[in-house]
C-alpha cells in the first residue's frame, strides 16, 4: 500500500504565506510525478503545480511567481510555497504522486486526503 500525508493548509490573510508539505510512505520502489492540485466549490479539480523525477516543474499561469514546488526525494516528500495568496487561491488543495509500487512494480496515481487552505480579503 502506498500513502500520501498532507499538512500545512489553514486560514491566512490575503497577500500572506503558507507552506503545504505531502510525504509519500509504504511500499514504494519508485516516484515519478509529484505535485498539486486544488479544487476551489463548484469548480474542477485543478492542476496548480508538478514536478517530474527527471527535474521539469511546471506551473498553472495563476500561481507563476507566488507559488514554488519542490521536493525531497531521500524524504519522498514534496513541498509547495504559496506566497502572496489571493482569495481566489482559496480551496482544498491534493497532493499526488505517481508512484511505481513494490506489489506490482506498476505505476499508479496516488492522491493525499487533502488541505484546506483559506485566504481571506
Known amino acids: 500500500q502506498v500513502q500520501l500525508v498532507e499538512s500545512g493548509g489553514g486560514l491566512v490573510q490575503a497577500g500572506g504565506s503558507l507552506r503545504l508539505s505531502c510525504t509519500v510512505s509504504?511500499?514504494?520502489?519508485?516516484?515519478?510525478?509529484m505535485g498539486w492540485y486544488r479544487q476551489a466549490p463548484g469548480n474542477q479539480r485543478e492542476l496548480v503545480a508538478v514536478?517530474?523525477?527527471?527535474?521539469?516543474?511546471n506551473y498553472v499561469d495563476s500561481v507563476k511567481g507566488r507559488f514554488t514546488i519542490s521536493r525531497d526525494n531521500a524524504k519522498n516528500t514534496v513541498y509547495l510555497q504559496m506566497n502572496s495568496l489571493k482569495p481566489e487561491d482559496t480551496a482544498v488543495y491534493y497532493c499526488?504522486?505517481?508512484?511505481?509500487?513494490?506489489?506490482?512494480?506498476?505505476?499508479?496515481?496516488?492522491w493525499g486526503q487533502g488541505t484546506q487552505v483559506t485566504v481571506s480579503s
Open positions: 499526488h504522486a505517481v508512484v511505481r509500487d513494490t506489489r506490482t512494480y506498476s505505476y499508479n496515481d496516488y
Open positions: 509504504g511500499s514504494i520502489s519508485s516516484i515519478n510525478a
Open positions: 514536478t517530474t523525477s527527471g527535474g521539469i516543474i
